[in-house]
């Protein structure tokens, strides 16, 4: 009984202290690529384009960064409602207890929702109703408030990966 205590009493006290990381300061966020996922052909055979951003995390902090989950919002430009969101977890992402001073792995994020187009897919991006967008990369570190950690355009160019 002690032992399943001292246990829940651990596990209590491990996840408060991960939420006090303070994830803007200690950590940077480095865009690498943003750009136009080609995401294949639909079921009605049109040609499909996603927004989609790839980053790195740095722990610039002196601890552990703890338990992580990071929001891309992509949002199209002049627009201020969401208009597709990727939540990803820690655990999926290499960023759980990222030690200080270490650099995650890139991370892709490919929005499920963009633009679809009987023409080709460069062709799409050229189309006068084609409108830009940016992401949105928040984080937030155990059972915190989410922080705004960057927020870049999506360049105008197709990436096949």
Same mark, same amino acid.
């Given at each position: 009984?002690?032992?399943?205590?001292?246990?829940?009493?651990?596990?209590?006290?491990?996840?408060?202290?991960?939420?006090?990381?303070?994830?803007?300061?200690?950590?940077?966020?480095?865009?690498?690529?943003?750009?136009?996922?080609?995401?294949?052909?639909?079921?009605?055979?049109?040609?499909?384009?996603?927004?989609? /951003?790839?980053?790195?995390?740095?722990? $610039? &902090?002196?601890? =552990?960064?703890?338990? #992580?989950?990071? @929001?891309?919002? !992509?949002?199209?430009?002049?627009?201020?409602?969401?208009?597709?969101?990727v939540?990803?977890?820690?655990?999926?992402?290499g960023?759980?207890?990222?030690?200080?001073?270490?650099?995650?792995?890139?991370?892709v /994020?490919?929005?499920?929702?963009?633009? $679809? &187009?009987?023409? =080709?897919?460069?062709? #799409?991006?050229? @189309?006068?109703? !084609?409108?830009?967008?940016?992401?949105?990369?928040?984080?937030?570190?155990?059972?915190?408030?989410?922080?705004?950690?960057?927020?870049?355009?999506?360049?105008?160019?197709?990436?096949?990966?």
């Amino acid at each position: 009984m002690r032992t399943r205590f001292a246990l829940v009493l651990l596990a209590a006290v491990a996840a408060t202290s991960c939420s006090n990381v303070d994830l803007k300061a200690s950590s940077r966020l480095d865009p690498t690529i943003t750009g136009w996922f080609d995401a294949g052909v639909t079921s009605d055979g049109k040609n499909k384009l996603v927004p989609s /951003v790839t980053f790195t995390v740095t722990n $610039t &902090g002196q601890a =552990p960064l703890g338990t #992580i989950e990071i @929001n891309c919002v !992509f949002k199209r430009k002049g627009d201020p409602e969401e208009w597709s969101t990727v939540l990803l977890l820690g655990s999926r992402t290499g960023l759980n207890d990222l030690a200080p001073g270490a650099t995650s792995a890139p991370i892709v /994020v490919h929005a499920p929702t963009g633009y $679809t &187009g009987t023409e =080709p897919r460069s062709d #799409i991006l050229q @189309n006068r109703l !084609f409108v830009d967008a940016k992401v949105e990369i928040f984080g937030k570190p155990g059972g915190a408030r989410w922080v705004k950690l960057g927020e870049y355009p999506i360049t105008r160019q197709l990436l096949t990966q």
